[in-house]
T-cell receptor, first 110, second 115 residues
Framework: KNEVEQSPQNLTAQEGEFITINCSYSVGISALHWLQQHPGGGIVSLFMLSSGKKKHGRLIATINIQEKHSSLHITASHPRDSAVYICAVSIIQGAQKLVFGQGTRLTINP | DVKVTQSSRYLVKRTGEKVFLECVQDMDHENMFWYRQDPGLGLRLIYFSYDVKMKEKGDIPEGYSVSREKKERFSLILESASTNQTSMYLC??????????????FGPGTRLTVL
């Protein structure tokens, strides 16, 4: 079993829909990261959080440390949001390294 | 602006060739990482380095070696390329550990095909 599990693996939605991507982890962490990867490869960091909630534009990330669960929400989704979204955690031992989920491929149709 | 560059976006090599993938960062970061990314498997750590001339094995180091002679440059070497090393290779860097966690900055990736 992977230490970081994401769901769903693939998600297709219509423009304007509210999107939720989930991430569960089984290890002790010091932080959780949400990353975005567009076709072509480059990965950018969207959020890094260790508690509560963060918001950036139409993106919201939440984390529940007790339940070892995080969600990434996209409001008013747009075709340009189509990408792979990756959850990763900084584990308490060896915090310089990240442990990655398998990613969620999101497709937003116009 | 933070910048991590990789020497090639696309590379095609033949089985048995020695392959060098170069990564350069301009942020004076101590930590550098090499990952490979495969469908269904996500990103997997090959090697990382936390200082010049220092290196540690990641989760899948077999068939790879690394070199870090200068702080800004981290090279991944495939001593004898094989078809199962066809993959997307991503380099990343991060500053020293702060507050027990840190953000990694990724390069654009190199898609390597071994024929």
């Amino acid at each position: 079993k992977n230490e970081v599990e994401q769901s769903p693996q693939n998600l297709t939605a219509q423009e304007g829909e509210f999107i939720t991507i989930n991430c569960s982890y089984s290890v002790g962490i010091s932080a959780l990261h949400w990353l975005q990867q567009h076709p072509g490869g480059g990965i950018v960091s969207l959020f890094m959080l260790s508690s509560g909630k963060k918001k950036h534009g139409r993106l919201i990330a939440t984390i529940n440390i007790q339940e070892k669960h995080s969600s990434l929400h996209i409001t008013a989704s747009h075709p340009r949001d189509s990408a792979v979204y990756i959850c990763a955690v900084s584990i308490i031992q060896g915090a310089q390294k990240l442990v990655f989920g398998q990613g969620t491929r999101l497709t937003i149709n116009p | 602006d933070v910048k991590v560059t990789q020497s090639s976006r696309y590379l095609v090599k033949r089985t048995g060739e020695k392959v060098f993938l170069e990564c350069v960062q301009d942020m004076d970061h101590e930590n550098m990482f090499w990952y490979r990314q495969d469908p269904g498997l996500g990103l997997r750590l090959i090697y990382f380095s936390y200082d010049v001339k220092m290196k540690e094995k990641g989760d899948i180091p077999e068939g790879y070696s690394v070199s870090r002679e200068k702080k800004e440059r981290f090279s991944l070497i495939l001593e004898s390329a094989s078809t199962n090393q066809t993959s997307m290779y991503l380099c990343a860097s991060s500053p020293p550990l702060g507050l027990n966690y840190n953000e990694q900055f990724f390069g654009p990736g190199t898609r390597l095909t071994v024929l």
